[in-house]
């Protein structure tokens, strides 16, 4: 099994720009998580979905932020327009049953 | 609410130290709990994790009991690694079957050679 798949690995862009981040979860997991990490913040949870529908978005930090799951093998995180604040690693994860695997992560530089 | 709190780091350590890295929890019933460690430029991957009272979850050295009594899941390894360098988060899943694991903040760990 790949795990968990996310591109680009490596993402900088100026302010204003559009960013996509992309994610495969592990095939037969019916949960996809979207998570932010940076130095201040820690590790906050942006938003879940089951079986393609999203159940709790409460954590995405304004609408300049919007997150899609169109099947069960894809997910994206939209940013848009991207600001400098939104540098940090994003980490998308899967689960089936309790255990969350999470992807290598997008490392994001707005500049 | 629920949360999870962690010692704060960084901790560094020489070889072969005793290592315990501090969680406690606040929750509403009887959560599952989890230790995910995080290695440079790697995402996070489960450690170990308890499900019950007085379980003891276990991997690779470490260990860690769920304490009730006291609420705490420490972790605990007695002789570290430099390979063992990394972040450490202590993580709790909600009783009522959601998914989504309340995180700490993660504790640094450096083992010097």
């Known amino acids: 099994d790949a795990g968990v798949i996310q591109s680009p690995r490596h993402e900088v862009t100026e302010m204003g720009q559009e960013v996509t981040l992309r994610c495969k979860p592990i095939?037969?997991?019916?949960?996809l998580f979207w998570y932010r990490q940076t130095m201040m913040r820690g590790l906050e949870l942006l938003i879940y979905?089951?079986?393609?529908?999203?159940?709790?978005d409460s954590g995405m930090p304004e609408d300049r932020f919007s997150a899609k799951m169109p099947n069960a093998s894809f997910s994206t995180l939209k940013i848009q327009p991207s600001e400098p604040r939104d540098s940090a690693v994003y980490f998308c994860?899967?689960?089936?049953?309790?255990?969350?695997?999470f992807g290598p992560g997008t490392r994001l530089t707005v500049t | 609410g629920n949360s999870v709190t962690q010692m704060e780091g960084p901790v560094t350590l020489s070889e072969e130290a005793f290592l315990t890295i501090n969680c406690t929890y606040t929750?509403?019933?009887?959560?599952?709990l989890f230790w995910y460690v995080q290695y440079p430029g790697e995402g996070l991957q489960l450690l170990l994790k308890?499900?019950?009272?007085?379980d003891k979850g276990s991997n690779k050295g470490f260990e860690a009991t769920y304490r009730k009594e006291t609420t705490s899941f420490h972790l605990e390894k007695g002789s570290v690694q430099v390979s063992d360098s990394a972040v450490y988060f202590c993580?709790?899943?909600?009783?009522?079957?959601?998914?989504?694991?309340?995180f700490g903040q993660g504790t640094r760990l450096t083992i010097n050679p």
């Open positions: 994860a899967s689960s089936l049953g309790h255990r969350q695997y």
């Open positions: 095939s037969g997991h019916d949960y």
């Open positions: 979905f089951n079986n393609n529908v999203p159940i709790d």
């Open positions: 929750a509403t019933g009887y959560p599952s």
């Open positions: 308890a499900t019950k009272a007085d």
């Open positions: 993580a709790l899943l909600f009783e009522q079957g959601a998914q989504k694991l309340v």
